[in-house]
């Protein structure tokens, strides 16, 4: 039986290593000597294979689902992982962004994970989006309300405003489509589904507009609409293709890959889109410069999971740092998930 806990870790830490040693880099930069394979040192002067704060937290979100969803456990270890080292490559933190960080000295002020997170419109960095996949076997079987709860949540102990969530609520989403279907069809499907959740849910309304170009597709109900009041445009579209998002064409030139939610959502469905292998996706989203290892991690945890961890490298794998570690866990959430 797939272990699809093995398949987000992995993808998620050997798409991190890749980025870390390029990561701010501009794009322009790295096109001089683009990142073709696992290499060490550059930004942060760590070896080859070592991964950042976004597989520690993911590692952290993981570990504490092996013994059942509880946000305070949760948030525990994310304290844990600051203060000492926990879920590192070798004891240390050597990568935070400062959202997170206050989000975290916040929990260690008595605040409930729930409240952590910080709201204001300049607090929509990548930090939640980034570590959320390990959560998606919890999500599996629920309906959209309870999902859409739990990554509120979630992303809520270091990032709570709603785009934020949005944004998480978005990527996952997408990878449980991509359980059953290709990227551009679950990319589609997103299109197509979403807004009917929406009417519920106002603050995620609200935000929705920043995420255009992953939900711009015709919908079933305009495709509805224009075949009563344009008959003739009407037999003339080509539903596949209008109904397809607009981030699955445009050129790279439009893609952006800082540090914000919404670029590097974009930025990692664009990069599986137009790759055809977890190895191509991977360096796609890392030669995209800047931040490197987040857009690395969440473009590798969707290509692992959609095609698998045979189709990591296996030199990439054997350089990741405590890959034994990485194994363990990935067998030991599975383990839970089967039993429940």
Request: glycine share 8%; net charge negative.
């Amino acid at each position: 039986m797939r272990n699809i806990c093995k398949d987000i870790l992995f993808g998620v830490a050997v798409g991190d290593a890749l980025g870390v040693p390029v990561e701010f880099k501009s794009r322009e930069t790295i096109a001089r000597n683009p990142v073709t394979d696992m290499i060490g040192y550059g930004t942060h002067r760590q070896p080859a294979g070592t991964w950042s704060d976004d597989s520690s937290l993911s590692f952290c979100l993981a570990e504490s689902l092996c013994d059942g969803y509880n946000l305070d456990a949760i948030a525990s270890k994310f304290v844990k992982w600051l203060d000492e080292g926990y879920w590192t490559p070798y004891g240390e933190v050597f990568d935070i962004g400062n959202t997170t960080r206050k989000a975290i000295n916040n929990l260690k002020n008595g605040c409930e994970p729930i409240l952590a997170g910080e709201t204001g419109d300049y607090s929509n960095g990548n930090g939640s989006l980034m570590r959320i996949l390990p959560l998606l076997p919890q999500l599996i079987h629920l309906p959209f309300e309870e999902r859409y709860q739990i990554i509120k949540d979630v992303s809520s102990i270091t990032h709570r405003h709603p785009r934020s969530i949005l944004g998480c609520v978005l990527l996952m989403e997408f990878a449980l489509n991509l359980l059953h279907k290709d990227p551009l069809e679950s990319l589609r499907d997103l299109s197509l589904n979403f807004n009917n959740y929406l009417e519920n849910y106002p603050e995620l309304g609200k935000e929705i507009h920043h995420y255009n170009r992953l939900l711009d597709g015709m919908s079933n109900e305009r495709y509805d609409e224009l075949k009563v009041s344009d008959p003739q445009a009407y037999e003339s579209i080509d539903f596949n293709a209008a109904s397809v998002p607009s981030i699955a064409t445009v050129g790279v030139d439009t893609i952006c890959s800082g540090g914000y939610v919404v670029d590097t959502l974009e930025a990692s469905i664009w990069c599986l889109i137009n790759s055809t292998n977890y190895k191509d996706a991977v360096l796609l989203a890392v030669n995209l410069g800047d931040d490197t290892d987040t857009t690395g991690a969440v473009t590798g945890g969707l290509a692992a999971l959609y095609y698998g961890f045979e189709s990591i490298p296996e030199n990439w794998i054997n350089q990741l740092a405590r890959r034994d570690d990485i194994e363990k866990l990935s067998i030991k959430l599975n383990k839970y998930y089967q039993g429940i």
